[in-house]
């Protein structure tokens, strides 16, 4: 029996009652120490934030499926109006931990907008954003862009096909603007990276010279709106086009508004999305609570995709809950079930725009996080050069696979997972060998950031400054 049981016996006679509290008394008794070595939960009441998005999924099915309660946790999930509000209230304590973009540890570590020491070891997931573009863009676009045998757009399509439209604007004198979620989040660079793989700048930042609109020298003007407000913001004409999760590009398809002309898989195949995060301080105090949090989140996380994602109509009714991410079943479904629809009515098949267990999706690498780095020195967030070892050093900060080991190994002696479900820790670096899987073919070696932002045409490197 579990606390959310307990309030349903209230209705008992006074005789049940007091059965039902002296099980929820036992039960949570055996939940205060789990089997492993972690030891019991420091503190086992807790309240975590997340963003309405389809991959705060763990968050959701780690509650939904009682692993917080195997863990000794008893958790409150809260939707935040942002993400800066739920960096906030992870800094101040108002959270425990939340859902966060994979480069906000990062940011706030390294100073960018909100100073703190904030640290992740669990990845909540792999791929799941889009690039979507107003109905008038893409009408223009189209025309640009190569048709196959069966009439259709021949994908992946490049920002190339977006350059004489944005050429277009400026020569009529009106500025072409994107929306993203924030200046630290993958969707950023991701946008930014698409964006100047077809020849277009996505601005620089100069924070050391109190510039941080991320616009200096910019062909497309990027500015942050919050997720669940893209399609209206496009639908109004405030921005051209955008780049979010899910369920928001899948949204201005179903509402007719717009289309989506890319994911990040065709942008970076496999790229990290989000992460856990927490403070430093909280890690400190409360190092047996994090244990048992990752542990709960690893058991969602492979259950998302147990059984070749079986288990995902499951998961979409839940997401649909106006507690989690409120949209139509329809619209999360269509992500999240392996498929991906771009011009209405063209579905395709993408079987790991959302993975959230698969390809170690969980672990907490340094070389995604090194990635991470090198893109906000490519754009100027990073103001001056830093040498690789300084790269190295600060993922191994912020990143901490050691914890994440520590949870693993409580799993696998526990007989919940096996060995073969996660890394071979006693040899995983936490660099993933050289990367390839990019839209522009350039090869990314975690080890060698420096070397990497050399190969750029557009971008800062070296010494360079905006």
Not at 36 to 57: C, N, R, S, V, Y
Not at 171 to 192: C, D, I, Q, W
Not at 272 to 283: D, L, N, T
Request: net charge positive; with cysteine.
């Amino acid at each position: 029996m579990n606390r959310r049981q307990v309030v349903k016996g209230l209705m008992l006679t006074p005789l049940a009652l007091a059965l039902a509290l002296s099980l929820a008394v036992g039960s949570n008794a055996a939940h205060s120490a789990p089997t492993g070595t972690a030891g019991p939960a420091e503190k086992p009441e807790l309240k975590f934030g997340f963003i309405k998005l389809t991959d705060m999924a763990p968050l959701a099915i780690a509650y939904e499926k009682h692993f917080f309660e195997d863990e000794g946790l008893y958790v409150t999930l809260e939707a935040q109006a942002n993400w800066k509000v739920l960096l906030d209230r992870v800094i101040d304590g108002q959270l425990d931990g939340a859902h966060m973009l994979a480069g906000q540890p990062l940011g706030a570590t390294i100073g960018f907008g909100t100073k703190a020491d904030i640290i992740t070891a669990f990845s909540m997931d792999l791929n799941g954003n889009g690039i979507t573009v107003s109905n008038a863009v893409w009408a223009e676009m189209k025309k640009h862009i190569p048709k196959g045998a069966d009439g259709k757009p021949v994908h992946p399509i490049k920002a190339d096909a977006l350059k004489p439209v944005v050429e277009a604007y400026k020569k009529a004198g009106k500025p072409f603007n994107m929306g993203m979620v924030f200046p630290v989040s993958t969707h950023n660079y991701e946008l930014r990276y698409w964006l100047a793989a077809g020849g277009l700048h996505p601005g620089y930042y100069a924070p050391d010279k109190g510039d941080t609109s991320g616009q200096i020298k910019a062909d497309v003007l990027l500015s942050v709106t919050p997720p669940p407000q893209m399609p209206s913001t496009m639908e109004a004409g405030t921005i051209n086009g955008y780049c979010v999760g899910e369920p928001w590009n899948q949204q201005a398809v179903f509402k007719g508004i717009g289309v989506p002309v890319i994911t990040d898989y065709e942008i970076w195949k496999n790229n990290p999305e989000k992460v856990f995060g927490v403070s430093q301080a909280w890690a400190d105090k409360y190092p047996n609570t994090h244990i048992h949090v990752v542990k709960a989140l690893i058991r969602a996380a492979k259950w998302l995709d147990d059984n070749n994602n079986a288990n995902r109509p499951e998961a979409v009714k839940i997401l649909s809950m106006p507690t989690y991410v409120g949209a139509d079943e329809k619209v999360i479904a269509n992500s999240m079930t392996g498929t991906f629809e771009y011009e209405k009515g063209d579905k395709r098949k993408v079987p790991d725009f959302n993975v959230f267990f698969r390809h170690n999706a969980t672990y907490p690498y340094y070389s995604d996080a090194v990635w991470y780095l090198s893109q906000m020195r490519r754009w100027g967030q990073i103001p001056e050069a830093k040498p690789d070892s300084w790269y190295a050093a600060m993922a191994k900060k912020v990143y901490r696979p050691d914890i994440y080991a520590k949870a693993a190994r409580e799993l696998i002696a526990e007989g919940k997972m096996k060995p073969s479900d996660f890394p071979d820790f006693a040899r995983e670096t936490g660099y993933k060998p050289p990367q390839t899987g990019f839209i522009d073919k350039v090869t990314y070696d975690g080890r060698k950031p420096n070397a990497y932002l050399e190969k750029f045409r557009i971008g800062l490197k070296g010494s360079a400054k905006p």
